[in-house]
């Protein structure tokens, strides 16, 4: 058609979610206004830019970024914690050689780590194997930071 002259119409929203070609969650872009009225708010992907949306989002995102903030500190004490901690074992051993009647597992060491109060799963203890004699090691345990503490287990005699 001659003389037709597409409009480059856009609507303001603020995205409730992730979407890959648009954007974060949180952020506020324009986009056609039948793609927000057929797809985006209908799917609640995302909402119209109206002052009380905004504000609202506004809202979440501090709260988000404080127990955020909040949930970084308590990392980082339980990081503190677990680098001054060392753990004891008493076991029964075979006469003289050191060799243990049983072994310490990845799980004995969860299990005295909560009740120094750190609690995590059992792939975080990278034990290569149980340890099966007395004496001192160094197991590598992951915390939730992602960083490795090395924690102090001695394995004594009974």
């Not at 060799?99 to 792939?123: F, P």
Request: glycine share 6%; hydrophobic share 35%.
């Amino acid at each position: 058609v001659r003389g037709y002259k597409k409009t480059t119409r856009k609507v303001q929203i603020v995205l409730l979610q992730d979407f890959p070609s648009l954007g974060r969650k949180g952020d506020e872009v324009g986009v056609s206004p039948g793609f927000a009225r057929n797809k985006l708010v209908p799917q609640k992907i995302a909402a119209y830019a109206t002052l009380e949306n905004l504000a609202k989002h506004a809202i979440e995102r501090t709260q988000e970024e404080l127990a955020r903030q909040a949930e970084e500190e308590r990392l980082k004490k339980v990081q503190q914690l677990m680098e001054k901690m060392t753990l004891s074992f008493k076991r029964l051993s075979k006469d003289g050689d050191g060799t243990l009647y049983g072994s310490v597992t990845a799980k004995n060491i969860l299990q005295a780590l909560a009740k120094k109060g750190v609690t995590l799963q059992e792939d975080k203890v990278e034990l290569a194997e149980p340890i099966k004699t007395m004496g001192e090691y160094t197991v590598p345990v992951r915390v939730p930071s992602g960083d490795t503490v090395d924690v102090p287990v001695y394995v004594v005699p009974k």
